[in-house]
């Protein structure tokens, strides 16, 4: 069973940048897969913000391609999100989630989240 | 990017009612690559049902999924009072991959 859990600053100063990691308990993440970022806004909706596989290849969504990078560090079995520029608008709990296998874009198995207030 | 619309927004049901969640993509997203995930409060969301039909390890039979191309249905047979929660779809059609809106399981 696969568990994930996110970490990182739980307040960021406008314009400055999101930095956060998600630790993969109970499967390599050098096994094929593809392991995701998605965040929801209070009170709102779920977003995509991007993915990567187990090979280091990325996909981003188009509305934050550009100031986004996914990243994976194999050596600590784990995953990374930045998001530079930041405003209130992301302002978000944001999720680490892994796919099911041979599935793209799937979300099997998601971690407990954690808010990120963007705010001086 | 396909917008998913589900529908309604919000049910109003009695422990023991058949809820039912309608998801309609603005394309087609073929016949497998849409998933139900169940979010109650204050918790991440849960994976139901994927393939759009095929549930998630320990997810109850009372839960089902259905429909292909552009239609999809959620159905929950008899409503638990843990069952009452938002219910999103989500498909991996086509990047970038998308949720609907969320529709909200209320205790009538």
């Known amino acids: 069973q696969v568990q994930l859990q996110e970490s990182g600053p739980g307040l960021v100063e406008p314009s400055g940048t999101l930095s956060l990691t998600c630790a993969v308990f109970g499967v390599s993440i050098s096994n094929p897969n593809w392991w995701s970022w998605v965040r929801q806004p209070p009170g709102k909706g779920l977003e995509w913000i991007g993915e990567?596989?187990?090979?280091?290849?990325?996909s981003y969504n188009p509305s934050l391609k550009s100031r986004v990078i996914v990243s994976v560090d194999k050596s600590n079995n784990q995953f990374s999100l930045r998001l530079i520029s930041v405003t209130a608008a992301d302002t978000a709990v944001y999720y680490c989630?892994?796919?099911?296998?041979?599935?793209?874009?799937?979300?099997?198995?998601w971690g407990q989240g954690t808010l990120v207030i963007v705010s001086s | 990017e396909v917008v998913l619309t589900q529908s309604p927004g919000t049910l109003s049901l009695s422990p023991g009612d058949r809820a039912t969640v309608s998801c309609r993509a603005s394309q087609s997203v073929g016949s497998i690559n849409l998933a139900w995930h169940q979010q109650k409060p204050g918790q991440a969301p849960r994976l139901l049902i994927y393939?759009?039909?095929s549930r998630a390890t320990g997810i109850p039979d009372r839960f089902s999924g259905s429909g292909s191309g552009t239609d999809f249905t959620l159905t929950i047979s008899r409503l638990e009072p843990e069952d009452f929660a938002v219910y999103y779809c989500?498909?991996?059609?086509?990047?970038?991959?998308?949720f609907g809106q969320g529709t909200k399981v209320e205790i009538k």
């Open positions: 989630a892994s796919g099911i296998v041979g599935a793209r874009g799937s979300v099997n198995q």
């Open positions: 393939g759009a039909s």
């Open positions: 989500q498909q991996f059609g086509h990047s970038p991959w998308t």
């Open positions: 990567i596989y187990h090979s280091g290849s990325t």
